[in-house]
C-alpha cells in the first residue's frame, strides 16, 4: 500500500517536470501561436489589400479636391481683391460726379410780413426820399417838389394868437409856440437846419406840420433843453403836434393815428448799485 502511494505520489512528481519541460516549449509554442493570433488579429480587423488599395482612390479624390479648392479659392480671392479696388473707386468717382443736393432748385422768395412803420422809421424813410429828390432835382435842374399836404384847408389864425404846448422824447423836453407865420421855424433862437444839421431831424420836425399842411402858414418857436439830438427832435415833435391839436381839435385823430401825440416813454434804464450799469455785472472771479 505505501508503495502504490508512493507510486501514486511520484507519478505527479514525474509528470511535474515533464510539464515544466514541455512548459517551456509551450510557452515557446504558446507564444508563437500568440504571436501569429496577435500578427492575425489585427490583419482580421484591418481591411484587405484590395480593400484598401480601392480605399485609397477616394482618399485621392479628396486630396485633389482639398488642393484644387485652395486654388479656386485663391483664384476667387485674388478676383475679389481686384475687385474691392474698382469698388473702392467707384464710390470716389461717384461722389466726384455727385452734385450738390438741391444745387438745380430755384430759390425760393419768402417775402416778410409787413409791419406798420413807427413814426421814427417814417421819419427816416422820408428823410431818404426827400434826399433822393434835392439830389434828382440838383441833377435834372428841377425844382424841389413840395411836400402833399393834408385835403382839409388849415384854419385860420388871428394875428396874435398863441398856442403853447410841451413835448417830451426820453430826457428832453421842448416848449413849443406855434403863431402865424410863413413857416420859419427856430430851435433856442437858432434856425431849424443850424440847429438840426441832418435831413433825418429837420424832416422828424416837419412831420406834423407836412400833415395837417400847417408848413407854411404858422411859425414854430421852440425852447428845447437835455437829452441828445435825436431825444430833442421828438420832442419838439411831440410839442407841435400838440400845438396843432389846439389849433385845430379836428387834427387830434391824423395826428394820433400817425402816432406823433403817442409819448414815446423809452428811455435809458437807470444803473444799480453793485452793477457796472443798468443790468451789466461786474466780471466774476472764483478765486
Known sequence: MIDDESKETSEPQDESPDESTAGPDAASEGPAG???ASVLGPSESAPPAEDAAESEPGASETEAEAVEE????KAEE?????????????????KKKDVIPGADLEPIAVEPEERPLSAEEQAR????????????AALVGEAEEEPQAASRAPAKMEGDARFLATGKRKTSIARVTVLP???????NQRALEEFFPRPLHQTTVRQPLATTGYEKTVDVRVRVHGGGISGQA???RHGIARALTKVDPELRGELKRRGFLTRDARAKERRKAGLKKARKRP????R
Open 34 to 36: 500568440g504571436g501569429d
Open 70 to 73: 485652395p486654388e479656386e479659392e
Open 78 to 94: 485674388s478676383e475679389a481683391e481686384v475687385a474691392k479696388p474698382a469698388a473702392k473707386e467707384k464710390p470716389e468717382e461717384e
Open 125 to 136: 424813410v422820408e428823410a431818404e426820399e426827400e434826399e433822393r429828390a434835392q439830389r434828382e
Open 181 to 187: 407865420g410863413s413857416g420859419k421855424i427856430e430851435i
Open 234 to 236: 421828438g420832442a419838439v
Open 283 to 286: 466780471q466774476f472771479s472764483k
